[in-house]
C-alpha cells in the first residue's frame, strides 16, 4: 500500500524534535513492502498546502498521523496553548482525500478515545506503532478486523474498543528509522549544526504520581543491546553527519549496567559525538565514575528531572528519591564536570512558600547550568495526582480544558520569592513569571539545551 505518514508537530519551544516515532513506524512499514511517504509539517510555511500537495502527488491508500503533544503543559492557561484545534484543518484535508485516516504518538497515546472522538475518526494506534501500523494495514488489505490487531483502538456504532496495546518487547528486531525521510536540515543547534534523537530503551519503572509515561511505553523497560545503539550512532555521525544527539528515553541511566555499556561502546569505536539525556537523580546511578564516564562518551548535558528540592513535596510527587539524594547528584555532576540541568515542577502535593524557596536555594547554590521551572502540574485521568486532585476538590479537566494542580498550601507572597530568584538567575527558565507570547519565548531562550553543544 502507498501510505502517507504526517507529524502533525509545529512546536518549537524549548526546542524542535525530528519525529523519530514516525520515521520508526516508517522504516518498519517499508520492511512490510510499503511504499511510504514522510511530510514533517513542523517547518512548513503553509502546512496545509503543502499536505494537499502531498496528497495530489503521492496519492496515498492510507495516511497516519503523529500526534506527539495535546498542548504545551505550561501554566498559568494565559501561556498554554492547546494544540488539537490547530491540527482540525489538516486531518480535514486527509480526511478529504477519501482514505484510512489513522492517529497515533505520544500524544494520542495518552488519551485516545477523546481524540478519536474529537477528530471524528475510525482507528488510531496506541503506544509502540512500528508493529502495530503493519499488522492494522494487513487487516485493512485483507478484509479483516482491524479492531482485533493489539494497540488499536476503533469506533464502531458510536462504541469505542481497544485491544491491549502493542508493546514490542525485542526492540533488536525493529529496523533502525527511516531518517532518510526526515528533512534533517531544518533540525539544527543554536550554532547551525545538524542535531538529531535516539532511542536505547523503552518503558519507565517509576511511579511518578502525575506522569502518563508508563501509559504510554509501559512500565518494563525494553533495551536495545548497546552495539546496536552505537551502531545507530556510527549511521548518523558517519553517513548523516549528525553528531549532536539527544538520548530520548525516559531515563537514560536505568539499568546503570546498560547506560555504562553504551558508553563504553561509543568510546572504544572512537564515535565522534555530544549527546544529552534524561538521568535518574540518584547517586547510586550519577556516581562521579559513571559521570565521568558519561563525559568521556560524549555527554554534553545531563537533565534531570528532581521536580523539587524539598523531601515533603517529593513525597506527594512519588518520587523514589530524597532531597539528600538530589543534591548528591548535583555535586557528583560538579567534580564529574558535565554540565547539568534540573527540571523543577513547583506547586506539587505539600508545596508551600518555605519549601519553594527551599528548592530554589538548593538550585542556586548548587551552581546549576541552566535550570527549567514550571509551576503548576498538569492533571491527566487515571493518574495518582489526579486523584488526589479530585479528593482535594480541585477539578480534574478534559481534553478540551487543561487543568493543572498547584498545591492549596502556596499562599502568600510566594510569586514574590519565584521573580526574586528568576531575577537574579538570568540562566533560568521560569514560564510562570511569563504574561506574555513575547515574555514566554524570552524565558525560553534563558535555556535552550541546543546552546550547550
Request: hydrophobic share 40%; net charge negative.
Amino acid at each position: 500500500m502507498r501510505v502517507l505518514l504526517v507529524s502533525l508537530n509545529r512546536e518549537k519551544i524549548p526546542y524542535p524534535v525530528p519525529p523519530l516515532g514516525l520515521a520508526s513506524v516508517a522504516a518498519s512499514l517499508r520492511q512490510a513492502g510499503h511504499a511510504v511517504s514522510l511530510l514533517d509539517l513542523c517547518f512548513c510555511p503553509g502546512p496545509v498546502e503543502e499536505l494537499q500537495r502531498r496528497i495530489e502527488t503521492f496519492v496515498p491508500e492510507v495516511i497516519g498521523l503523529s500526534i506527539r503533544n495535546i498542548d504545551n503543559v505550561k501554566y498559568p492557561l494565559s501561556i498554554n496553548e492547546f494544540y488539537l484545534p490547530r491540527f482540525r484543518v489538516p486531518v480535514e484535508v486527509c480526511r478529504q482525500a477519501g482514505v484510512p485516516v489513522i492517529p497515533g504518538g505520544s500524544g494520542f497515546s495518552v488519551l485516545p478515545g477523546p481524540i478519536l472522538e474529537y477528530f471524528n475518526l475510525d482507528y488510531g494506534v496506541v503506544g509502540d506503532g512500528e508493529l502495530a501500523m503493519v499488522h492494522l494495514l494487513q487487516a485493512l488489505t485483507n478484509g479483516g478486523d482491524p479492531g482485533s490487531v493489539p494497540g488499536v483502538i476503533s469506533r464502531r456504532g458510536g462504541k469505542q474498543e481497544q485491544v491491549g496495546a502493542w508493546l514490542c518487547r525485542e526492540l533488536d528486531t525493529l529496523p533502525l528509522p527511516a531518517r532518510d525521510l526526515i528533512a534533517r536540515g531544518s533540525y539544527r543547534t543554536a550554532g547551525g549544526k545538524p542535531v538529531g534523537n535516539i532511542q536505547s530503551k523503552r518503558g519507565c519503572p517509576m511511579s511518578c504520581s502525575y506522569c502518563v509515561y508508563p501509559r504510554v511505553e509501559g512500565r518494563m523497560m525494553r533495551l536495545r543491546s548497546p552495539g546496536l545503539v552505537a551502531d545507530e550512532l556510527e549511521y548518523m555521525t558517519g553517513h548523516l553527519h549528525i553528531h549532536h544527539i539527544h538520548f530520548v528515553d525516559s531515563l537514560f541511566n536505568v539499568p546503570l549496567e546498560h547506560a555504562e555499556a553504551i558508553c563504553r561502546e561509543i568510546i572504544r569505536r572512537e564515535i565522534k559525538v555530544q549527546w544529552v539525556a534524561t538521568f535518574y537523580s540518584h547517586p547510586d546511578y550519577c556516581s562521579t565514575e559513571f559521570l565521568t564516564l558519561a563525559k568521556e562518551a560524549g555527554c554534553a548535558l545531563v537533565e534531570l528531572g528532581i521536580d523539587s528540592c524539598s523531601d515533603r513535596v517529593l513525597e506527594g510527587l512519588g518520587k523514589s528519591f530524597s532531597a539528600s539524594a538530589v543534591l548528591a547528584v548535583l555535586e557528583n555532576c560538579r567534580r564529574a564536570g558535565v554540565n547539568f540541568m534540573p527540571f523543577l515542577l513547583l506547586g506539587g502535593p505539600g508545596e508551600n512558600r518555605a519549601t519553594l524557596r527551599e528548592s530554589l536555594l538548593h538550585m542556586e547554590q548548587a551552581g546549576t547550568t541552566v535550570l527549567l521551572a514550571n509551576v503548576g502540574i498538569r492533571l491527566y485521568p487515571g493518574t495518582a495526582l489526579a486523584g488526589r486532585a479530585a479528593e482535594e476538590g480541585v477539578a480534574g479537566g478534559d481534553l478540551f480544558n487543561p487543568a493543572f494542580y498547584v498545591s492549596p498550601e502556596l499562599n502568600g507572597d510566594w510569586e514574590n520569592v519565584l521573580a526574586e530568584f528568576g531575577s537574579r538567575n538570568k540562566h533560568w527558565s521560569i514560564p510562570y513569571l511569563a504574561r506574555t507570547a513575547g515574555e514566554y519565548a524570552e524565558h525560553d531562550g534563558r535555556c535552550r539545551v541546543s546552546d550547550l553543544f
